[in-house]
């Protein structure tokens, strides 16, 4: 996780202060608790078109959002509080750029570069994997959004990150479901498979987790993860893998480099 001396960041285009989702975090901020969760939920519902979720009943018949929020005693769950949480955004006059962390980011060809995903197959479903160019990605609703990358090693700078939801790609491709049953986690992996993340697929749907293609106004570059990135601003910067190559939507809690290495496994702020 050192940093890459020869490495000099692009110059920062000039950008309006204040945006919509700094408002929207505002008045989410100022909300009741219970308000804030069933807003959430409305918000989350409305965002990226992914109803569909909704639509899909896990095994008794409850669609597991739902059942996720109503868990603790039939009342709303602390934890998904947590995850509906929002980051705070900024104006993208803060954006600033640093680079940290090369591993997974060896000799690599863009051209030949595609995305691999392993759709969700429950226990006696087959295995499907869909490949995905960087125009397939660039074609979902384009998202605009300024929040903190913050490090374990106790850093944190603004990033102006653009890029598709994850909810969207999801709400497009449901390849997080199958047979009315949803993956519990997500693993991404870099092509090389030297670098790898777990996400609770609750973290991967958050609204503000982006599949993230440009950084400070710039396509991203190699160090920063070209041709696509994970963005997770509940998460600490370990968690936004770059460059990915594969996901894969599984039940089992798939395996994450920095958790080998003593780190927790949620890495959540
Ligand atoms: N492939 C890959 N992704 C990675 C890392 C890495 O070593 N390899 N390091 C992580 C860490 S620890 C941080 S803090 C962020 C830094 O992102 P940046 O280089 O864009 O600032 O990338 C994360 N993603
Ligand atoms: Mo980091």
Redo the contacts with the bound molecule.
């Keep these: 996780?050192e940093n890459?001396p020869d490495y000099s960041a692009p110059p920062l285009p000039a950008s309006p202060a204040g945006e919509p989702a700094a408002a929207v975090a505002q008045r989410a901020a100022s909300r009741s608790r219970r308000a804030f969760i069933v807003g959430g939920l409305a918000a989350l519902a409305g965002v990226g078109g992914w109803r569909w979720l909704l639509t899909r009943p896990d095994a008794d018949g409850t669609p597991w959002p739902f059942r996720r929020v109503l868990d603790a005693n039939g009342r709303l769950s602390q934890a998904y509080f947590r995850e509906t949480r929002l980051a705070p955004t900024f104006p993208k006059s803060k954006a600033t750029?640093?680079?940290?962390?090369?591993?997974?980011?060896g000799s690599f060809d863009p051209a030949a570069w595609r995305l691999q995903v392993q759709g969700y197959a429950p226990p006696g479903a087959p295995a499907r994997t869909q490949e995905f160019t960087l125009a397939d990605i660039q074609a979902l609703p384009r998202v605009d959004m300024t929040t903190e990358?913050?490090?374990?090693?106790g850093w944190s700078?603004v990033?102006n990150w653009v890029g598709a939801r994850f909810s969207d790609f999801l709400a497009k491709y449901p390849l997080a479901t199958a047979n009315g049953h949803s993956a519990r986690y997500v693993s991404l992996v870099?092509p090389d498979e030297?670098?790898y993340?777990g996400l609770d697929l609750s973290n991967a749907i958050h609204p503000q987790t982006l599949l993230c293609y440009e950084?400070n106004g710039r396509p991203l570059d190699g160090?920063?993860?070209a041709p696509l990135?994970?963005v997770t601003p509940l998460k600490?910067?370990?968690?936004?893998?770059?460059?990915i190559g594969t996901i894969a939507f599984v039940d089992e809690r798939p395996a994450d480099?920095?958790a080998e290495l003593g780190y927790d496994w949620d890495s959540g702020h």
């Design positions: 996780m890459n750029t640093r680079q940290n962390g090369n591993v997974g980011l990358l913050k490090c374990i090693e700078i990033v870099t030297e670098y993340v950084m160090p920063h993860g990135r994970l600490y910067g370990i968690k936004h893998l770059k460059r480099y920095w």
